[in-house]
């Protein structure tokens, strides 16, 4: 029994000694005298999920965020007990339960403690509201470092910070604002260089403290619900990443174009406006496959239709930007403007798919188009009445994305805004009030709208952006992170948000390059596109009020500069393809903070701006005005300067030169980089063959490189190329092995590899066994062309 009456005074409860415990194949429950129910389930060997029940009862079991085509599989588990404790094994943890307290100790399978309960589960009954607040408190420890969380504006170490998950629109949010856009009860806490994750699978506004307010604990709680937390264990932080988004879900793959440049503006019009940006890309030669219409391409703000005087003609509009490369993608709201005259309004209304108030009226609040109703997107058949809505705008007139936003549910001139508590939503069939589905509210509208983008632009593949998401909304879309400003602070943000959303499971997410408020300077800009090349989801939008965010709306300098990183962008689309490939897969975030990177090293438990785009390209942007370098921690290894192609040595911190036209970008010794060459936009041009960076280095490395049709779903059926390469390097020779699999045959014919780094000089080469002619071999820049199904190069020194 636990005695700590300075809380029991505050009204907490815990539970007391196990009396009944039974198991139901892969679940045990533990029962106790004050019948508070712990069903403890082994998903995977290193996945338990952890949930608590009070007065002996479980709710409904429903989670809009597991993925239901997560496939547990556990191949062991044991229960024991000994005089203390209930003792669970599986093939990778040991769990402990304190009999007479339902107390957690977690344990890997050598005995290292990974995490305990401080004072574990304790709920307080909260009258007011009905059910419980539901608490868990862990025990920390010294050193011990947490990571992701969604969206947050804060250092990328979460130790210290209390931070707090409610959907809120934020304009102009700043640095450690919270909460704003997202809500993603994930965290991955690193201690003794292991990590673990817990995901705190709870809707309601959840809580957590990382020792901020007692140094030696972390807590999480929510107002409603129940205490229902899964446990990921590593000991990779990949390990944990990976486990967390099989449990969430992982996406589909985006079509290629949707990795190219995008440019968006609030607001593009009229047509001849659009045209007219479009035009200038073309002229001046900066690629962009995706032009944005925002909300003033609508008539009076009512989703669904077009402003005719504006675009009298959108299908030929968007087939005449399409013959040029670009793709349109229109933003669509929540909010449906009341109006007895506008279909939208009237079928919802005639089917009752409007969110009502607790006692019956609709839940009527003002968003741009005025008073506006909301559909229940919690209801699946609110869901598939809106994604039918989508047949003409995107089956006719041929758009190919749709960015939701206002999905927090956003609501104007109203405190908190946001709808009131008491507004009911379906929640697939478990009826509850607005605490409970606030936060699921912008993914269950991004997932409607998917489904109905996903139908009607068939067989080409999706893209859907959101601007608010709960866990697991990775499945259906993409995201940005708001309405950020053009300063250099937000520049630190939107490093730090990219990052930790990769680690939360959604790595396709970017931010408004250049910053949605106010005007950048051509500096900034120009740092900002430096960074935003790298991120998964790359586009410049701006509000417009402050001026025009166009990369020639500054100087020439900074056009050219844009130009050169957006085309450096467009030369890695095979490698950024793979990197999806990889996230899509196996759920391998896209960007690697360096504690991903690294966990061993602790010189990187604190490092914020240095990431690894993909797996070996360390980049470290610029966040300063003024720069002419910065000092930067290099991860352990070694690195070549992109550059330069010197090689350094990693595992310090260094000073690094990054003039105006230039960023810290290195590349891991070994690797193998796919180019392809510059392009205006995807397909534009047939790829005849592929470049492969080769960077030397005396080890053993492997790499791949995925392609396919780049849009479409043939891929599922096998039609994709996957080459893996294995680089073996010595002294006096490099040795490159190539297998293929997937039934996809690329355009190119011809590999042509890019030796950097050789330490010798070449004196033969051996393909697939048979002696290379060196006449063949361009000297100069060491090209070696080859036909693109080697199996085995051999140069030799
Ligand atoms: C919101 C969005 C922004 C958009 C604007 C107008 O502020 O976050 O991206 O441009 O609304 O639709």
């Given at each position: 029994m636990i005695i700590n009456t300075e809380l029991e005074q505050k009204g907490n409860q815990f539970p007391n000694a196990v009396v009944n415990v039974r198991q139901e194949v892969d679940t045990l429950y533990f029962t106790t005298e004050n019948n508070i129910i712990l069903e403890l389930t082994v998903l995977r060997d290193s996945v338990i999920r952890f949930r608590y029940g009070t007065r002996g009862i479980l709710e409904d079991d429903f989670s809009y965020a597991i993925d239901p085509e997560n496939h547990i599989g556990y191949n062991y588990l044991e229960l024991t007990e000994n005089k203390n404790f209930y003792i669970i094994t599986t093939a990778k943890l040991i769990i402990k339960i304190e009999k007479i307290s339902l107390q957690t100790k977690i344990l890997d399978i050598e005995g290292n403690l990974i995490n305990e309960d401080e004072i574990g589960f304790h709920y307080e009954e909260s009258f007011p509201l009905g059910g419980n607040i539901v608490k868990m408190s862990k025990r920390s420890h010294p050193g011990e470092a947490f990571y992701g969380l969604g969206d947050k504006p804060v250092h990328l170490n979460l130790r210290g910070k209390k931070v707090s998950n409610w959907a809120t629109d934020s304009y102009a949010f700043g640095k450690d604002t919270d909460p704003i856009y997202k809500t993603v009860p994930f965290y991955i806490g690193l201690k003794d260089k292991r990590a673990y994750g817990i995901f705190f699978d709870n809707t309601f506004k959840s809580n957590f403290d990382f020792c901020h307010e007692r140094l030696d604990v972390t807590s999480f709680w929510a107002p409603g619900g129940e205490m229902n937390y899964y446990f990921l264990y590593g000991p990779g932080m990949n390990e944990v990443v990976e486990n967390y988004t099989h449990l969430t879900g992982k996406p589909e793959l985006p079509p290629l174009w949707t990795l190219g440049f995008q440019q968006c503006k609030w607001s593009y019009y009229p047509e001849s406006t659009v045209k007219g940006i479009a035009r200038k890309f073309r002229d001046l030669k900066i690629p962009c496959d995706g032009i944005y219409l925002d909300i003033d391409y609508m008539e009076g703000f009512r989703c669904f239709t077009w402003n005719k005087e504006y675009f009298p003609d959108p299908k030929r509009m968007v087939q005449e930007l399409l013959d040029d490369g670009f793709k349109t993608i229109v933003i669509i709201d929540p909010g449906i403007k009341i109006d007895p005259d506008y279909w939208v309004y009237k079928e919802a209304l005639e089917k009752d798919y409007f969110c009502k108030r607790a006692d019956g009226p609709y839940m009527i609040g003002k968003v741009w188009p005025g008073e506006c109703a909301f559909p229940d997107y919690t209801n699946p058949e609110v869901r598939e009445w809106w994604a039918g809505l989508f047949k003409e705008l995107v089956g006719e007139i041929g758009v190919r994305g749709v960015w939701n936003d206002m999905n927090e549910p956003a609501v104007m001139e109203v405190p908190g805004k946001t709808f009131p508590d008491d507004v009911r939503h379906d929640y697939d069939g478990h009826p509850c009030s607005h605490r409970k589905a606030h936060n699921v509210y912008g993914t269950q509208m991004a997932r409607a709208t998917y489904e109905g983008v996903k139908k009607f632009v068939y067989p080409k593949r999706p893209l859907v952006i959101t601007r608010s998401a709960y866990s697991g909304a990775q499945r259906y879309t993409s995201s940005w992170t708001g309405d950020n400003v053009a300063t250099w602070e937000h520049l630190w943000i939107a490093n730090n948000q990219v990052q930790r959303m990769c680690l939360s499971g959604m790595s396709f997410t970017g931010t408004d390059i250049g910053g949605f408020a106010e005007q950048p300077t051509g500096e900034l800009f120009v740092r900002w596109i430096q960074l935003g090349v790298f991120h998964p989801f790359c586009r410049v939008h701006s509000s417009g009020h402050h001026g025009d965010q166009e990369p020639w709306s500054f100087d020439d300098e900074v056009t050219n500069i844009t130009r050169k990183f957006i085309e450096m962008r467009y030369t890695l689309l095979p490698y950024l393809y793979t990197m999806f490939y990889e996230y899509a897969t196996d759920g391998v975030p896209m960007l690697k903070p360096l504690v991903y990177y690294d966990q061993a090293d602790v010189h990187t438990h604190y490092r914020t701006d240095e990431f690894i785009f993909g797996n070996n390209i360390l980049v470290c942007p610029i966040l300063e005005p003024n720069s002419k370098g910065r000092r930067m921690y290099l991860a352990r290894g070694n690195w070549y300067?992109?550059?330069?192609?010197e090689v350094l040595e990693g595992g310090r911190e260094l000073w690094v030169d990054a003039d105006f036209d230039t960023i810290p970008m290195f590349v891991k010794a070994g690797s193998i980089i796919p180019r392809y060459p510059v392009q205006q936009f995807v397909g534009e041009k047939v790829i005849e063959e592929l470049k492969l960076d080769v960077y030397f280095a005396e080890e053993t490395i492997k790499s791949q490189v995925y392609e396919d049709a780049n849009d479409g779903y043939d891929y599922k059926k096998g039609r994709y190329s996957l080459r893996s390469f294995k680089l073996t390097g010595k002294r006096n020779d490099l040795t490159i092995q190539q297998h293929k699999s997937g039934t996809y045959e690329t355009e190119y014919d011809i590999i042509k590899l890019n030796l950097i780094g050789l330490p010798f000089v070449i004196t033969s080469i051996k393909v697939d066994n048979v002696t290379y002619d060196?006449?063949?071999?361009?000297?100069?820049?060491k090209y070696l062309k080859l036909p693109k199904g080697f199996s085995v190069v051999h140069l030799i020194g």
């Open positions: 300067d992109y550059w330069t192609n060196l006449n063949n071999l361009d000297k100069k820049d």
